[in-house]
């Protein structure tokens, strides 16, 4: 199947600064990649619709001034946490459509972040 | 709009044995189907897919799973269960949204303990 890379996979930073993720396509064109956020033993939610091109697409309650989100390229989408806190801390995973109406979504290995 | 159900977020098996995980759904179109895993730390991996036609989907590593419309289900079983099967299993539904690609709508997922 197709794969999708994340990186960093795991990144500790201080309360304030900021942090960027990266989602990588490799062997396939992605124009809409998703960002999901995992807390511990929970779901993953939807956090937005990144879309290669044009500004991403936010779900209701996330704050698209703080989750700053780039789709560069057809293969590339990155997401950046801006001044986090430490209630950003969560596995942040991202995912990759392949083409068609219901084919499945490729996802990434997951980037674990803890704000200190 | 969408929604899942898993009913039962821990499930205990003794291997050998039947792993059956519960899964309803809600959507006001005809839905596409998917079961994934997600072990430890690591992203989602498909297991299997229902899109149209047979109602009976087999999957990875032994596991299928049955789309019932009159029941609004869609479980998930495998006859013997193996060690390596213990994981978070995750029941999810795609709406499509054309250009936006395949929204997934996650269940809250259910934890599988293998006991020897």
């Known amino acids: 199947g197709a794969v999708v890379s994340q990186h960093p996979s795991r990144v500790i930073c201080k309360s304030g600064t900021s942090v960027k993720i990266e989602c990588r396509s490799l062997d396939f064109q992605a124009t809409t990649m998703f960002w999901y956020r995992q807390f511990p033993k929970q779901s993953l939610m939807l956090m937005a619709t990144?879309?290669?091109?044009?500004?991403?697409?936010?779900e209701q309650g996330v704050e698209k001034d703080k989750f700053l989100i780039n789709h560069a390229s057809l293969t590339l989408s990155t997401l950046t946490v801006t001044s986090a806190h430490p209630e950003d801390s969560s596995f942040y995973i991202c995912s990759a459509p392949t083409s068609g109406e219901g084919e499945e979504q490729f996802f990434g290995p997951g980037t674990r972040l803890t704000v200190l | 709009a969408q929604s899942v159900t898993q009913l039962g977020s821990h499930v205990s098996v003794s291997e050998g044995a039947l792993v059956l995980l519960r899964c309803n759904y809600s959507?006001?179109?005809?839905?596409?189907l998917f079961w994934y895993v997600q072990y430890p730390n690591q992203g989602l991996q498909l297991l299997l897919k229902?899109?149209?036609?047979?109602?009976l989907v087999k999957g990875i590593n032994g596991f299928e799973a049955e789309f019932k419309k009159s029941e609004t289900s869609f479980h998930l079983t495998k006859p013997s269960a193996h060690m390596s099967d213990a994981a978070e299993y995750f029941c999810a539904v795609s709406l499509w949204e054309g250009a936006a690609g395949n929204k997934l709508t996650f269940g809250g997922g259910t934890r599988v303990l293998v006991k020897p």
């Open positions: 990144s879309n290669e091109g044009s500004k991403a697409t936010y």
């Open positions: 229902y899109t149209t036609g047979a109602t």
């Open positions: 959507s006001s179109v005809p839905p596409y």
